[in-house]
Structure formats: structure tokens, C-alpha cells
């Protein structure tokens, strides 16, 4: 163990945790990362390419090495961050992305080949023979890329999403923000202070700094303590604020469990959607590092990290008695210096490439030199430092090394506002922010401890002040800002590989291979070599990318160009995004009046659309649906069958201009309906194709019911109120959708009128009283207000009988009961299909969007007297000349079924797209036929009866003659539905 | 310099001296042939083909910003030929020939791998929608077969099958479908087309047309005047800016369309999967990475990002599909804007203007038709003909009535 | 994305459907012909930058909006009852 004194860990309460199969123990308080550290633990991982092995680089959410496979089992994660993973008794973790083991990965061969697998060598490549990429390189490329993998098994947790709003969300919880919080949370506006990391202080928990000459963590602790006692304040820790949306919309996810060895009765996460009316963006800064030969050893890793973990963690990154050497290019590496010598860490040398360097301590100090390569495959031995001209190897267990930092712009860039470059703080800073954001603290350069809480207070002063908050200067505590001077430094010359990007494996030598290739700008320069596109998206290596491109083309950075960021600033689990609407809660489900009592008679159901319908209701002694359903159809032809026909749209249309309004948005002319009566409807689209069919019922003057399919439900209604409030304000006409206010069930079948004459109160059904095409508004079963349509789907005589909807299943029950001895039927979607194909009529197939009124034999309902929605542009010459026609298909041989898709063709023609003659768009078995019957389009259709076609299902290698007939195999004189 | 292997290996133990840049970066000329506006996958495309094909070699693409850095360089990679309408489905198995060699004629490794498609469905109608249109993709010689639900299982056993909300019944695949790595289409265009002696003018926004007596001669563009026997428009995303220029109103909309990729992941899903019940679909990249898509944001906008609930909505779906996908992180989110056209297919013609030609209206489904698109689009450049697989996209087909509507929801473009 | 409704205040975009460009609602007079209703179908001037567009409110109170927004930066600059509007402008 090479623990240290002091730091933020609870030494009272060890937690036992294994790695790839060994078992450690680290503390309550300790990151994975910190743990590993803690245990000697220095090769963590193999890099994404070449399989270099690595060790842990950060202390944060940068990490590019340190990627483990966390937990086991449905709940493995991959590609997990060992620096932002809690510690927690149990904890199992896998590194991953190697053959072998991790000490001998058989990968490990790409490094030696790695001449060969320069920038974009596959594009180069690969290309023969060609049947060689999906057989042989492919898989084998596949199989050495990717990182971590899935368990292939279902997300076990559960996960929510929510709502939040407040005046001032403030991202990141360090000096900057907390400032901000505080000025915000006393000044009484709702404030939501967000931090990825498990508890709040940021850097101020890294560092030896000391606030009011105490530690800094007294400070953060009595803060939090304050604003967890405002109501109008919402703490989340371990909340990370991914992506900033429009109008001050924010998502973040809160891991809620993820510290936890299972969530228990938890979601594991939430998904927060924060709705903010202002921001104040404290996101703090990632270091970056200075690239050289052969800096990607396991034991070298930034400088502020290696603080963090020392402060923090209390763990130093090597065996006591082993040195540390810094690397740096400005003052901050030699706080790492100071902080370790302080907890008694031996520092072999500070390796400052100034050659003016000041010295802060009693440390060894080399200025003017750089490290120039290194020593230790699965961990550091040695650097060599080059000096005045002089190389000389130094043995040390690890390196520090401090490059500047970067200030984290991300989400000040998701709305495309790009970072400018700022010379004094050698970084790029935000820029255009997205409405409502202020930047403050280490993200906008000002990364001392004073300057950052000054700013942060400004920032929600200046945010708060938009909002009239009388947000007034709270008293910060005594700080100091540590010295940030620094000489610019992007990397060091040599001719080995120097990595830039280390878990994609990008050196310098890839980007000045990229610059000869001619991909200089910065997106080309990305996507050739793959810098920023690992898990880590770059953020420790694009601004060091950017700096050698420029130092290449001999251009400054700005020149160079920059790069925004999208969502998301770090990586979020699928499942969360998902929330928890899996499996059958994918989409809410929608029952008909009926379904309980439909369930209770053993019907299968089937979704349409948002509804679940009855599909069929078998009885004992069926063992295949297709006797069900022709029992069905066969009792409505013969007697009497119910279906509920509830999902139908329904809307209500009243005013003293309703018949002129649905003039205008039916093709056909419905202002002459008489009271009483019903039409059946076409309505068009605006382009002239049919758009929905139903029914048109005039209850009284000034009252229409419009129906609609089902699937169109919602779209007619909305066209309707469309046409209502856009096309003519100024009609007295009001809509309402009354869809689910009205259970309705479809009475079928010769025996209907008997069956409805038991339940109507004293209402005279005779066919002189209430003809084909009637309705009317009256009472059933004493005293329930009803209506009654008498329309027919099926060919039969039919009605259809309307309830409040709370009394449709009593309704359904009522009929089943009253209709006993006449053989009454509860018939299902299937035989609803069934019954509508019999008889010619269209339905989803036919009215796909796609035909139009002529198609369907019906061109000469759209008006020619009046203007509705439609009727101009049904003329156009495309439309017009359309001679496909809705036509009946026999099937020759009877017992064959016509499959719906078959393309039709001549009897005899060559087959292709040019000689199709059409499609069938439904078939089914007719038990009235007895054979197989379909519906389709045919080219002059209705100018080929008798004719036999091809239908062509080359897709399952199969072909059919089918007889051209009218659609009507049913009563096509229409005898029946009028009797 | 040709790319092989070999030369891999050479420079490899050459210290990579001898590499080339992939293309010049030339000054425009005072006038070109034909001037192409879009250094996009269809831009690029079509000056390869107009120099390959039909020996125009005096040409100039004009990119405003790098190239590439269109819709070719944020989709989904996706390659397939499964259209149902006899004006799409003939163009798009052209295309897919196209790209069966187009590592070979370009001598570039884009990365084609017919990995396969598989549309799923859930209920009889949509089986039945799908089997006219497998029928059409085999009358256009594009093949595909229907997979029942004991095939999918076996192919795809980690699909969600027993506890969904719309129970997967089946599937169309088209096996020759697959995925391509999109930068590398612009880029192996691009030095195609630049080893063929096209100028490819990086950082050049076009800025108007110079239209003489109905002629067009030139544009006017941010590094000077350029004339131009022919202009092409190739800048879908943007043609109703481009356009308005010329004074057009186009029959198109602009909106974003979201698309999403994971971190790296070792292999997991096979080809492509689309999710018919759900605003969903998937393939997996060389890397590893799931590259996942939906529904269109849904509102006109020319922002190049989205928002969350769409986000949302494309991981409920991706979610209820394959829950095993959920402890994977998505990495990286972008947004592209679409010519979304009002019957969603798109336009290569002329137009009323003499010399000036456009190619728009790709709405999403642009990357796949890449080197069919400047195939066809060079040939009507350099013939005044259309192809004879995109006779179909006409401007006037909109006034005339002769739409192609795919999904038939009419002239909304946010719902194509 | 939030949209200020001139009855309900800010609500979610989520509530509501979205139709297009709000030229939608100057239909040509049927004697205008079919060249005028070919233009008013499909031909959008679709602008990067200020747009008004047809928004409904199908999850709150069913009224149309008539919404000015920028498509380059999703900012809304204001909205109004489509009613309202149609019958001011006409």
C-alpha cells in the first residue's frame, strides 16, 4: 500500500473490491482509480490500436487509459471510467480490450506492426480481392477493435426521468460554483447546483489550498451545509448536466445507485430534463499534457491528477522510497512538487522547460529541459531528460506532467458558438454561449482559487440580475490564486512516437502524416486520424492536437482553427435515455370499452395503431384462428354478430355553418345531408389524394358526427381544427373529438333489427321508420341515451349503436344476453377484415396515402359544384390519368391463397417494374366465396373482368393466376343492407 | 499515386515519406466547364463521374467550408436498395451496383460492406406493405428475402421477442444492403476526381449567380468571380438558400435530423436493423461503435443540432428493441440538416434557368444514393438527358402530379 | 424547445404538432387555379433565419399557433392564436 496521511477517505470503513480476479481493499471515499493506485496497481488497461499497456492518466471524467468492465453479469458495464467509479464493497472489475491476459495481451503484435498502421493505412488498403472485406478483413478488424463488451443481456435496473425548474441551474460544484450557488441560494432564487463527482468542492477537494487559513474542505463542507438548508436550493451530486438544449432546456443524469452494489429498490438512474431560466456554466478545466516520446507508460500521468490523488485519496503513485519526477511547462507542475514533498513523497526532479523556471520549494529544478523518452513497458522505470544539449536517464516510479489547462467550453459550445483562442491564457474560452448561459471560473480562465469564487459570485449576480433578483455581493473567503504563469510547450521533438491522443492511439508523427496528406483542417485532420473520437472525445488531446497542426503548417492555433463540442459531455448509458418505458410499456397501450369483458370471453387481441383490439374470440374445440374467424363471418351473414367499433375517430362538428364547413373538407357534398340521415364521406389531402373515409351523420341542423378510421383518428381532427382556425376563422362551426366519450359496437347481420328491437325503448327500427342510412339520438334499455347509425361495413343490414362510454361493456353484455337465441356472435378484427374484403370495401391497404378517389372507383364523389380541401388538385394530370382501379381477385385455384404484396402482371408478360400491372392490397379466405378472394389495383381494372393475371410473390419464389372480378363478392347489388 | 497494400508496406518501412496529399489545393481558374457547388458526397461524386464517364475534366467544385463537411460527413453510413416505387427503386440498385465496385474505381477503401439490412415488422399489414415491396426490389434485380420470426430469432437472438409492446412477427432483408464509412465516399471521390485534373476549392462560399439573358456564366463566390459553361448545385441541406439566389423557390423544406453513436464496443449486432413499430435503427461500426438513428427532429431548422426528446424517443425505441444495449453510453450525438422534399424523393433536373442544374431534396436517405446521384447528375450535366434511373426526379413531377411518395403522407415534408 | 402560448404561457414543444411554414393558411381562392394551389402546396420559401410556422397544440387546448422563430438558432421571437392571425390578415 502506498498510502499517504491525511485525505477526504474514511479509513474506518475498508471496502474489499477485485480486479481482473485479485482481491484489494481500499476506503469508504476512494475512486476505483484511487483504490488501484492505493494497491500498486499500475497497468489498468491496453490502448485502443496498438494495445499499448496503460495505466490510470486523470482523476476525472477525461480518463482516456483507464476503462474497465465494471460489475458482472446482466449488469457488466463496459468501457467504465476507474476514475469516476465509487468505491463500493464488492465492486468486481475487469480491464478489457485485450487477448490473453492484460500483462500478456497477444494483441499486443499491432505495436510491433504499427509502421504499417499509420493514419488511415485502411483506407489504403483492404481493397483485394474484393470479396476479401466482408469475409476476412472485416471480421478481423472488428474483432480487434470495439473496447469493452456488452453481456448481451437484458439492463436489469430500472430508470426514470423527470422534470425540473429553477431560476439558476449551476453546473459544477467547485469554487466557481459554489460561489455562485450561495450568492443565488440567499438572494432566493430557485437554484440547482449540479456535480458529476460524488460530493462537492471540485479542485478545492485536489488541492492544499486553505480558505479563511483553514483546509478548503471546511469551507465547501459548511457551504453545502447552508444551501442544503435552503428550500429554494436542490443539491445534485453525482449529476452530470450532459447537454444544453434549446430555450434553457438542460439534460442531466443523476446516478443515483451507481455507488451502491445493486440499486435495491432504486432506479439506478434518473434522466433530468432542467428547464432553466438561467445558467451559470462553472465546468472547471481539464489539463493537458505535453506529448514525447514514449509518454503513454503506465505511472505517468497529469500533474493535477497526480495532486488529487495525494490530497485527496492520500495515495501516492509510488511505493514509498520511489521518486516522482514533474514535467512541466509552467508554475502549476510545481504545485504537484510541493504537495507531494509535503506528504512525504520523494520528488527525484521538476523538469520545467522555461528556462527562466522559478523555484517555489526545496526540490531539484531543471529548467530549460524536457523529457525526451522513458523507460517500462507495463510501468515507469525511467525518463530521459534532455538539458542544454545533454540527455541523462533519471530512474523514477512515475511522472507528472503538466501541460496548462484547457477550459471546459463544452456545453457553452452545444449550440454551436465556437471557442476563441485567447493568447494570455494560452486556451480557447466560450463563446456565444447559448441564451441564458454565463461562463464563469476555471472555464473561462480564471482557475485561481480567489479569481475563480469572485467570478462565480458575478456570474450569478450578473445571471440573477436578467431575472429581477436583487442578488447582492456575499462575503467570499480569504483565497489566494497559485501562480498559473506558464511558457507555451505543445510537445517535444523526436523521432519516436509521442502520443497525443492515447486511447486511440494518435501521435504526433499521425498528425504530421495527416498534414502531408493534405487533411490540415481540422475536421479532416480528426476524422483521418481518429483523434478526439474515443470515449474521452479529446478532452485531453484535441487543443494539444490543434497546437502541433499549427506548430506543422507554421500557422498560430486560431489560424489553425478550433472545434466545438456536442451533446453529450461525457458518455450516458443508453438505458437512462431510454427511461423506463421498455418491453410492453414501450408505448402507452389503449383499451376499447369492451377489452375486460372481451378478455373474459378468451379473445386474442391484436395492436392497432395505439389501440389493442379484439382479433378473434376462440372457442373450445378451435385449434386454428382461421375457424374462428369463419365462424365469425358465417354468424353475421347468417344471423347476428357485435364488434366494438369504438376506436373509430369521432368528432362532433356543431354550429350554425357545420354544413358548409364539412362541404369544404369532404369531397362530396354534405351541407344537403338531411337531419337524421348519414353519408358515407371522402376526404382528400390538400394534394388531392384520398386522405380518410367514414361516415357523416346530421343529427340536427346545426349538429354533424364525423367518423374517421382509426388509424387516422388524430389526423383528421387535427385537419379539421386546421381547416377551422387557419382556412375560415370566420365560420360558426365548433369541433371537439369525442372518441372516447362514445363506445360504439357494430350490430350485424341479418338478425340485427331483431336484436336491437329488444333493447331500444319503444323506438320503431322498421326499414320504412329508420332506412338504410338513418341515425338518430334516443334511449335503449330504458332510459340510456344512445344513437343509432344504421351503416353497414359488412354488406349485411347493420347498425351501429353509440353509448356514453362507461356503459359500453354493460352494453356489449346486455346484447350478448338479449341475442342468445338468435344466435348472437362477438366477432373480432379478422373477421371484420373478412367481412369489409367480401364486400369491396377499403380500408388501411387501400387507403394508404398513396390512391386516390378514382382509384377506388369513387372519382365522382369529389364535388365538382363546390371547393373543398383537395378537389383542384385531384385534377392534375398525373391524377387524372391514373387508370388504376380497386378490382376483386379470385383466386383460380380456390383452396390457394393469394398472398397481399404480389405484384400483378398480363398472363404470359415478362416481369419487371415496367409491365406491372398493380398489386393485391388484401386477401383472405371468404367462407362466403369459399375460396381465396383479395382486393387490388390494377391498371384499367375495371376494364378486365373476367381477365386471368399473374400475381407475382418472387420474394417468397411465388406465383398465382387470379380472376379479375368486381370487388363486391357480397350482395354486390347492395339488397341486403337496404332490406 | 496508387494505393495498395504493397505501398502501405513500403512507406511503412520508409518512415511514411513518400505519402502524396490525397488531392491539390489549387486556386480556382478564371472560368471551368462546369462549376459544382458542393464538395459534399454528391458533388464530389459527380465531378468524378463527369471526368471519369464523360471525359469533362475542365471542372471545379467549390466547397464553402472543408470538404466533406456536409451530410456525407454526420449520417448513419447506411447502403441499401429496398424502395418500393418504380421511381426510386430502379435508381437505388443502381447506386448499390455502384457501390459493389467502388473501392476499385476509386482505388480507395471506403469501407463498403454488405453486412445486410433487416426491416422488421410487426402486424399483417405491414407484412403485407413489405412484400410489395420485396416484390419490387426483386423486379429491379435488388433481391431481399422474408424472414420469419424463428429466423429472426436465430439471427438476432437479442432482440426483444416476448415481452414487447409490438411483438416482432418477421422481417425484410436485403443481404447486399450494409454500411460504408461515409468520409472516406467524400474522400475517395475527392482524389479521384482530383487525379482526373478537377479543381476541388476548399473555403469558397458561393455567393450569387452571374445569369445572362437566361444563361447562366458564373457565380460569384468569396474568392472572386468564376465562369461557368454549366453550374450544378449539389448542397442538399441548403438548396433553398443556394437557390433563392437564383431567384427559386424549391418544393423543400430544411430540417435536422438527429444521429447518435456509442463508445466502442466489440461486435454486437450483425448489419443493419430498423425498427418499424419505433423510431429506430442500428448498425455497428468498424470500431465499435453502435451508430443509431430515428425520427426527424420534426420542425424546419437549419441549426445542425437537435433536441432531447427526440433523443429520448430514439433510445425508448432502441431500448424496447434490444434491452441488452443499455449499459452501453452513447458517445457522441450530431445533427445534419435535410432537404426534406414535400413527397420525400428527391430532384435532379434542369432548371428554368438555361445552365443551371440541381441535384437537392435527398431528405435522409442522401448517403446511400451518393454515386448514383453524381452519376446520374453528371450525366444530365454533360448530356442535357437524365439518367435513365432518375427520370423520375423532375421539379415540374410536383405541378404535373407524378409524386413519389414512399410513405404517402403527402406534401408534409416532416413526415417523410 | 419551449413555446410561449399566447392563452397558457410557456409549454413544453412536446405538446404540440408541428405543421410548417404558415403560408399554409393563405389557401388560394379556388378560381386562382391549379398553378396557384400547386405553389401553395409545395413551394416553401423555407429561410434560415425568421420563420412563421404552424404549430398545434394537440396535448394542451387544440388551438393552432401561428409561431415566429429563427431556424438557425431555435429562438422564438413570439406567438399567436392562428385565428387571430388569419383573421387580421385577411
Same mark, same amino acid.
Not at chain 1, 36 to 45: K, M, P, S, T, Y
Not at chain 2, 115 to 136: E, P, V, W
Given at each position: 500500500m502506498s498510502r499517504l496521511s491525511g485525505g ?26 484511487s483504490?488501484?493506485i492505493a494497491?500498486g496497481?499500475r ?7 496498438? /494495445?499499448?499497456?496503460?495505466?490510470i492518466?486523470t482523476a476525472? $471524467? ?32 475487469? $480491464?478489457?480490450?485485450?487477448?490473453? $491476459? ?62 425540473? /425548474? ?37 479542485r478545492?477537494l485536489a488541492e492544499s489550498d ?36 434549446? /430555450? ?10 451507481? /455507488? ?27 489539463e ?11 505511472g505517468i500521468m497529469l500533474a493535477g491528477a497526480m495532486r488529487a490523488y495525494a490530497n485527496r485519496w492520500a495515495v501516492s503513485p509510488v511505493p514509498a522510497g520511489d521518486k516522482v519526477a514533474i514535467f512541466t511547462?509552467g508554475d502549476d507542475g510545481h504545485r504537484t512538487a510541493l504537495d507531494l514533498i509535503a506528504k512525504g513523497v520523494r520528488v527525484s526532479h521538476v523538469i520545467d ?6 523555484r517555489f520549494g526545496d526540490y531539484d529544478l531543471l ?13 515507469l522505470?525511467?525518463i ?8 541523462? @536517464?533519471h530512474i523514477v516510479g512515475a511522472l507528472a506532467v503538466a ?79 497559485a ?134 374470440? $376462440? ?5 386454428? @384462428? ?81 367518423? +374517421? ?84 361495413? +359488412? ?78 388538385? +385531384? ?43 398493380? @398489386? ?60 | ?219 460569384? #463566390? ?160 454533360? #448530356? ?33 | ?90
Amino acid at each position: 500500500m502506498s498510502r499517504l496521511s491525511g485525505g477526504l477517505i474514511d479509513r474506518d470503513t475498508p471496502l474489499n473490491f477485485h480486479f481482473n480476479g485479485r482481491s484489494y481493499q481500499g476506503y469508504a471515499g476512494d475512486t476505483l482509480a484511487s483504490a488501484l493506485i492505493a494497491n500498486g496497481v499500475r497497468l489498468v488497461g491496453r490502448s485502443f490500436k496498438y /494495445h499499448r499497456p496503460r495505466g490510470i492518466f486523470t482523476a476525472g $471524467s477525461e480518463e482516456p487509459n483507464a476503462l474497465v468492465t465494471l460489475r458482472e453479469g446482466a449488469r457488466a458495464e463496459p468501457n467504465t471510467r476507474a476514475t469516476m467509479t465509487e468505491l463500493f464493497d464488492g465492486l468486481v472489475a475487469r $480491464s478489457q480490450n485485450h487477448i490473453g $491476459s492484460l500483462e500478456h495481451d497477444l494483441l499486443a503484435v499491432n505495436d510491433l506492426l504499427s509502421p504499417f498502421l499509420a493514419a488511415g493505412f485502411y483506407y489504403k488498403t483492404f481493397m483485394w480481392p474484393r470479396a476479401f472485406w466482408e469475409k476476412l478483413y472485416e471480421p478481423a478488424i472488428r474483432r480487434a477493435a470495439g473496447l469493452g463488451a456488452l453481456s448481451m443481456e437484458p439492463d436489469p435496473d430500472a430508470y426514470d426521468k423527470g422534470f425540473l /425548474h429553477c431560476d439558476l441551474l449551476v453546473i459544477g460544484g467547485g469554487a466557481a460554483g459554489l460561489a455562485a450557488a450561495l450568492t443565488a441560494g440567499r438572494a432566493g432564487a430557485r437554484v440547482i447546483l449540479a456535480d458529476e463527482d460524488s460530493r462537492f468542492g471540485g479542485r478545492l477537494l485536489a488541492e492544499s489550498d486553505t480558505l479563511n487559513g483553514a483546509p478548503a474542505v471546511d469551507w465547501v463542507a459548511a457551504v453545502c451545509a447552508e444551501l442544503d438548508q435552503m428550500p429554494n436550493v436542490r443539491l445534485m451530486s453525482r449529476t452530470t448536466v450532459f447537454g444544453a438544449y434549446d /430555450h434553457g432546456i438542460y439534460g442531466a443524469v443523476e446516478r443515483v445507485a451507481d /455507488h451502491l452494489p445493486t440499486p435495491g429498490a432504486c432506479v439506478r438512474q434518473t434522466l433530468w430534463r432542467i428547464t432553466a431560466r438561467r445558467t451559470v456554466l462553472a465546468a472547471g478545466a481539464t489539463e493537458r499534457h505535453i506529448p514525447f516520446a514514449d509518454n503513454d507508460r503506465p505511472g505517468i500521468m497529469l500533474a493535477g491528477a497526480m495532486r488529487a490523488y495525494a490530497n485527496r485519496w492520500a495515495v501516492s503513485p509510488v511505493p514509498a522510497g520511489d521518486k516522482v519526477a514533474i514535467f512541466t511547462n509552467g508554475d502549476d507542475g510545481h504545485r504537484t512538487a510541493l504537495d507531494l514533498i509535503a506528504k512525504g513523497v520523494r520528488v527525484s526532479h521538476v523538469i520545467d522547460t522555461r528556462t527562466d523556471a522559478p523555484r517555489f520549494g526545496d526540490y531539484d529544478l531543471l529548467s530549460g529541459a524536457t523529457v525526451t523518452g522513458s523507460r517500462g513497458r507495463k510501468g515507469l522505470r525511467a525518463i530521459r531528460v534532455a538539458q542544454d544539449g545533454r540527455e541523462t @536517464w533519471h530512474i523514477v516510479g512515475a511522472l507528472a506532467v503538466a501541460g496548462g489547462w484547457n477550459p471546459n467550453v463544452h456545453l457553452a459550445s452545444h449550440h454551436r458558438g465556437r471557442p476563441v483562442w485567447d493568447e494570455s491564457a494560452l486556451a480557447f474560452l466560450p463563446h456565444n454561449p447559448p441564451m441564458g448561459m454565463v461562463p464563469a471560473g476555471a472555464c473561462v480562465g480564471k482557475g485561481g482559487t480567489a479569481e475563480a469564487l469572485a467570478d462565480g459570485m458575478r456570474a450569478a449576480c450578473a445571471a440573477l440580475a436578467e431575472l429581477d433578483f436583487s442578488a447582492k455581493p456575499i462575503s467570499l473567503p480569504e483565497a489566494q490564486n497559485a501562480s498559473a504563469a506558464q511558457a507555451p510547450y505543445w510537445h517535444v521533438p523526436g523521432t519516436r512516437r509521442a502520443w497525443v491522443d492515447f486511447q486511440n492511439d494518435v501521435t504526433v508523427k499521425d498528425i504530421a502524416l495527416a498534414h502531408k496528406e493534405n487533411m490540415r483542417s481540422v475536421e479532416h485532420l480528426k476524422r483521418w486520424t481518429t483523434l478526439g473520437m474515443a470515449t474521452d472525445q479529446g478532452k485531453t488531446s484535441n487543443v494539444s492536437a490543434l497546437a502541433v497542426m499549427a506548430e506543422i503548417t507554421g500557422a498560430t492555433i486560431p489560424e489553425t482553427g478550433t472545434t466545438i463540442f456536442r451533446p453529450p459531455y461525457t458518455g450516458v448509458a443508453l438505458s437512462v435515455l431510454g427511461g423506463g418505458d421498455t418491453g410492453e410499456h414501450f408505448r402507452p397501450k389503449r383499451l376499447t370499452p369492451t377489452h375486460g369483458w372481451a378478455k373474459a370471453q378468451g379473445a386474442e387481441f391484436v395492436e392497432v395503431g395505439p389501440w389493442m383490439r379484439a382479433q378473434y374470440f $376462440s372457442r373450445d374445440g378451435e385449434t386454428h @384462428w382461421r375457424q374462428s374467424v369463419d365462424r365469425e363471418v358465417l354468424a353475421v351473414r347468417r344471423d347476428v354478430g357485435l364488434c366494438d367499433v369504438t376506436t373509430l375517430g369521432k368528432i362532433d362538428v356543431q354550429g350554425t355553418d357545420a354544413g358548409e364547413f364539412l362541404n369544404r373538407v369532404y369531397a362530396n357534398m354534405m351541407g344537403t345531408l338531411k337531419v337524421g340521415m348519414v353519408r358515407y364521406g371522402l376526404m382528400l389531402r390538400e394534394d388531392g389524394h384520398l386522405f380518410d373515409d367514414g361516415t357523416c351523420a346530421r343529427l340536427a341542423e346545426d349538429h354533424y358526427v364525423v367518423t +374517421s378510421t382509426t388509424a387516422n383518428a388524430g389526423a383528421v381532427y387535427r385537419n379539421m381544427e386546421f381547416a377551422r382556425q387557419c382556412l375560415w376563422p370566420d365560420l360558426d362551426v365548433q369541433l371537439i373529438s369525442t372518441t372516447d366519450a362514445w363506445a360504439q359496437i357494430a350490430v350485424a347481420g341479418p338478425k340485427s333489427r331483431a336484436l336491437l328491437q329488444r333493447i331500444v325503448d319503444g323506438f320503431d327500427l322498421s326499414n320504412e321508420a329508420f332506412p338504410f342510412m338513418a341515425c338518430a339520438e334516443l334511449t335503449i334499455c330504458k332510459g340510456l341515451r344512445a344513437r343509432l347509425f344504421r351503416i353497414s361495413f +359488412s354488406g349485411e343490414l347493420a347498425y351501429e349503436v353509440a353509448v356514453p362510454a362507461r356503459y359500453g361493456q354493460a352494453l356489449m353484455a346486455r346484447l350478448m344476453e338479449a341475442g342468445a337465441d338468435l344466435g348472437v356472435t362477438p366477432y373480432g378484427t379478422e373477421a371484420l377484415g373478412v367481412l369489409r374484403t367480401e364486400k369491396g370495401h377499403a380500408a388501411g391497404a387501400e387507403l394508404n396515402g398513396q390512391t386516390t378517389a378514382q382509384m377506388l372507383g369513387l372519382g365522382r364523389m369529389v364535388s365538382a359544384k363546390k371547393d373543398s380541401i383537395g378537389a383542384i388538385m +385531384s385534377r392534375r394530370e398525373g391524377l387524372a390519368q391514373d387508370r388504376r382501379r380497386l378490382v376483386g381477385l379470385k383466386s383460380c385455384t380456390p383452396e390457394v391463397q393469394i398472398p397481399a404484396g404480389a405484384h400483378l402482371f398480363t398472363k404470359g408478360a415478362t416481369q419487371s417494374l415496367k409491365t406491372d400491372q398493380g @398489386w393485391v392490397t388484401s386477401a383472405c379466405y371468404s367462407p362466403h366465396v369459399g375460396g381465396y378472394i383479395a382486393l387490388g389495383f390494377v391498371e384499367n381494372g375495371d376494364r378486365r373482368m373476367g381477365e386471368i393475371l399473374t400475381a407475382a410473390n418472387p420474394l417468397e419464389g411465388q406465383s398465382f393466376e387470379v380472376e379479375v372480378t368486381s370487388a363486391h363478392f357480397v350482395d354486390p347489388e347492395g339488397g341486403r343492407l337496404r332490406d | 499515386m496508387k494505393f495498395s497494400g504493397f505501398k502501405v508496406m513500403q512507406q511503412a518501412l520508409t518512415g511514411h515519406r513518400g505519402w502524396a496529399p490525397l488531392w491539390r489545393n489549387p486556386e480556382p481558374k478564371p472560368a471551368y466547364d462546369v462549376v459544382i457547388i458542393g464538395g459534399g458526397g454528391h458533388g464530389l461524386a459527380t465531378a468524378y463521374y463527369l471526368a471519369s464517364n464523360f471525359g469533362i475534366t475542365n471542372v471545379a467544385v467549390l466547397e464553402k467550408g472543408w470538404l466533406g463537411s456536409g451530410n456525407i460527413g454526420r449520417n448513419t453510413t447506411i447502403i441499401r436498395s429496398n424502395y418500393l416505387l418504380p421511381g426510386n427503386q430502379p435508381f437505388y440498385e443502381f447506386s448499390m451496383k455502384l457501390w459493389e465496385s467502388q473501392e476499385q474505381d476509386l482505388n480507395f477503401n471506403s469501407m463498403v460492406s454488405q453486412r445486410s439490412i433487416i426491416n422488421l415488422f410487426h402486424t399483417d399489414g405491414q407484412r403485407d406493405a413489405y412484400r410489395r415491396r420485396g416484390n419490387a426490389m426483386h423486379l429491379s434485380g435488388a433481391g431481399g428475402e422474408m424472414l420469419s420470426q424463428e429466423a429472426l430469432r436465430e439471427k438476432l437472438p437479442f432482440l426483444n421477442f416476448d415481452n414487447a409492446r409490438f411483438p416482432i412477427k418477421g422481417g425484410l432483408i436485403q443481404s447486399r444492403a450494409g454500411t460504408a464509412r461515409h468520409d472516406g465516399v467524400a474522400w475517395g471521390y475527392a482524389r479521384a476526381a482530383d487525379q482526373r485534373g478537377v479543381d476541388l476549392i476548399q473555403n469558397c462560399e458561393v455567393t450569387g449567380f452571374r445569369i445572362e439573358g437566361g444563361q447562366v456564366t458564373g457565380v460569384e #463566390t468569396t474568392r472572386g468571380v468564376i465562369g461557368a459553361g454549366k453550374v450544378g448545385v449539389a448542397v442538399a441541406g441548403s438548396s433553398s438558400r443556394v437557390m433563392e439566389i437564383a431567384g427559386m423557390r424549391l418544393p423543400i423544406e430544411s430540417h435536422v435530423l438527429q444521429a447518435f453513436v456509442s463508445e466502442g464496443l466489440k461486435p454486437t449486432i450483425p448489419g443493419v436493423i430498423t425498427f418499424g413499430a419505433g423510431h429506430f435503427y442500428v448498425s455497428q461500426s468498424d470500431k465499435g461503435g453502435l451508430v443509431f438513428g430515428g425520427d426527424i427532429d420534426g420542425y424546419n431548422s437549419y441549426a445542425q443540432r437537435g433536441n432531447l426528446p427526440v433523443v429520448e424517443d430514439v433510445l425508448e425505441g432502441g431500448m424496447a428493441l434490444m434491452p441488452m444495449i443499455g449499459r452501453a453510453r452513447l458517445l457522441r450525438a450530431w445533427g445534419g440538416v435535410m432537404d426534406m422534399s414535400m413527397d420525400g424523393s428527391p430532384i435532379i433536373d434542369r432548371t428554368h434557368i438555361d445552365g443551371l442544374y440541381l441535384n437537392g431534396g435527398w431528405c435522409y436517405g442522401g448517403f446511400k444514393a451518393t454515386p448514383a446521384s453524381g452519376y446520374a447528375f453528371a450525366h444530365l450535366l454533360a #448530356t442535357d438527358t437524365p439518367h435513365e434511373t432518375a427520370t423520375a426526379f423532375r421539379l415540374d413531377r410536383f405541378a404535373r402530379g407524378y409524386v413519389i411518395d414512399e410513405k404517402g403522407v403527402g406534401a408534409q415534408p416532416n413526415l417523410h | 424547445m419551449l413555446i410561449p402560448h399566447p392563452l397558457l404561457g410557456l409549454r413544453d414543444a412536446q405538446e404540440f404538432t408541428y405543421l410548417g411554414d404558415a403560408s399554409l393558411m393563405s389557401r388560394p381562392a379556388p378560381e386562382a387555379g391549379e398553378a396557384a394551389f400547386c405553389d401553395y402546396v409545395f413551394l416553401r420559401d423555407n429561410p434560415a433565419g425568421v420563420h412563421r410556422e404552424l404549430w398545434f397544440h394537440e396535448q394542451g387546448d387544440r388551438s393552432w399557433l401561428v409561431v415566429t422563430r429563427d431556424t438557425v438558432t431555435h429562438e422564438i421571437l413570439g406567438a399567436e392564436l392562428a385565428s387571430d392571425y388569419a383573421r387580421s390578415s385577411s
